[in-house]
């Protein structure tokens, strides 16, 4: 496998303050290729906050920093593991600064790890300047999960990608990663049992929507719904270790070939047993 690490770090941010709009398509705008998820590389840049550092005081963007020889080191030993389940053609992993986000606000710093793929093969992964090892092999595994060129997500469009389609996207990601690293997810907790029953039935009405919207409430948190942080990971991560168990599904790559509805159904008759 042909594989390239960019790390973007704070110094050279930094660097190219000047022209950072500049600086900045240069590295994202040619990773974008027409299976791209994210087709603006300014959306991208605005995901990762990165156009905050035209005006961070030095300083302040300097404690940003980390070792990018551990970090290659890290991605490289996690590639490897992801290789030997995961087939990848070109794999690219840019590392950004991981700013932080309103939900990061009772969160360990060390814990700040992020990713987005923005389609095969090309993966963007924001990390802290120490960032928790455990945690970032099982953020990069995740991504990395999302990343294959198998995985049929990349045959669907914005317009055709349901809740049901995202549950599994994101339950077969963290299937393969905790199976593989230690679990450190930080908001796992606030997804209780009663939490759950009122969240199954939210997604049991809205399985089919594909609407944008609607779906960031369900999937990422939504107070007036009761939905806490990242329910729908938690959520979808139940529900895909469940099938992949019941289902007897030794390979993690043959999960990408199961049907969503049936991932879901199997894991609400669980319940209603």
Same mark, same amino acid.
């Given at each position: 496998?042909?594989?390239?690490?960019?790390?973007?770090?704070?110094?050279?941010?930094?660097?190219?303050?000047?022209?950072?709009?500049?600086?900045?398509?240069?590295?994202?705008?040619?990773?974008?290729?027409?299976?791209?998820?994210?087709?603006?590389?300014?959306?991208? &840049?605005? $995901?990762?906050?990165? +156009?905050?550092?035209?005006?961070?005081?030095?300083?302040? #963007? @300097?404690?940003?920093? %980390?070792?990018?020889?551990?970090?290659?080191?890290?991605?490289?030993?996690?590639?490897?593991? &992801?290789? $030997?389940?995961?087939? +990848?053609?070109?794999?690219?992993?840019?590392?950004?600064? #991981? @700013?932080?986000?309103? %939900?990061?606000?009772?969160?360990?710093?060390?814990?700040?790890?992020?990713?987005?793929?923005?389609?095969?093969?090309?993966?963007?992964?924001?990390?802290?300047?120490?960032?928790?090892?455990?945690? @970032?092999?099982?953020?990069?595994?995740?991504?990395?999960?999302?990343?294959?060129?198998?995985?049929?997500?990349?045959?669907?469009?914005?317009?055709?990608?349901?809740?049901?389609?995202?549950?599994?996207?994101?339950?077969?990601?963290?299937?393969?990663?905790?199976?593989?690293?230690?679990?450190?997810?930080?908001?796992?907790?606030?997804?209780?049992?009663?939490?759950?029953?009122?969240?199954?039935?939210?997604?049991?009405?809205?399985?089919?929507?594909?609407?944008?919207?609607?779906?960031?409430?369900?999937?990422?948190?939504?107070?007036?719904?009761?939905?806490?942080?990242?329910?729908?990971?938690?959520?979808?991560?139940?529900?895909?270790?469940?099938?992949?168990?019941?289902?007897?599904?030794?390979?993690?790559?043959?999960?990408?070939?199961?049907?969503?509805?049936?991932?879901?159904?199997?894991?609400?008759?669980?319940?209603?047993?």
């Amino acid at each position: 496998m042909k594989y390239t690490l960019n790390q973007i770090t704070p110094e050279e941010l930094i660097e190219n303050r000047i022209n950072l709009k500049g600086f900045l398509q240069s590295q994202i705008s040619p990773l974008i290729g027409s299976n791209s998820w994210m087709q603006n590389w300014e959306q991208l &840049a605005k $995901r990762f906050q990165l +156009f905050k550092f035209a005006a961070l005081p030095e300083a302040e #963007a @300097l404690k940003y920093c %980390w070792n990018p020889e551990e970090i290659k080191a890290t991605a490289e030993e996690t590639c490897r593991e &992801a290789e $030997r389940h995961l087939h +990848f053609e070109s794999l690219t992993i840019i590392i950004v600064p #991981a @700013l932080p986000f309103p %939900w990061f606000q009772n969160v360990d710093q060390s814990l700040w790890t992020n990713g987005y793929t923005i389609g095969p093969d090309t993966i963007f992964l924001a990390i802290p300047p120490q960032p928790d090892p455990d945690f @970032l092999k099982y953020m990069l595994a995740h991504e990395l999960h999302h990343a294959s060129p198998e995985n049929p997500i990349y045959n669907l469009t914005l317009g055709t990608f349901t809740l049901a389609d995202w549950y599994k996207m994101e339950g077969g990601a963290e299937h393969f990663s905790l199976s593989l690293y230690k679990d450190k997810r930080w908001w796992k907790q606030e997804f209780t049992e009663e939490i759950e029953q009122n969240y199954m039935e939210i997604a049991r009405q809205n399985l089919n929507t594909a609407d944008e919207f609607l779906k960031s409430k369900i999937c990422f948190g939504n107070k007036e719904m009761g939905i806490p942080i990242f329910a729908g990971y938690t959520f979808a991560y139940k529900m895909a270790r469940h099938y992949a168990e019941q289902e007897k599904i030794a390979r993690y790559r043959d999960l990408y070939q199961a049907d969503p509805h049936e991932i879901f159904n199997s894991y609400i008759i669980k319940g209603a047993i």
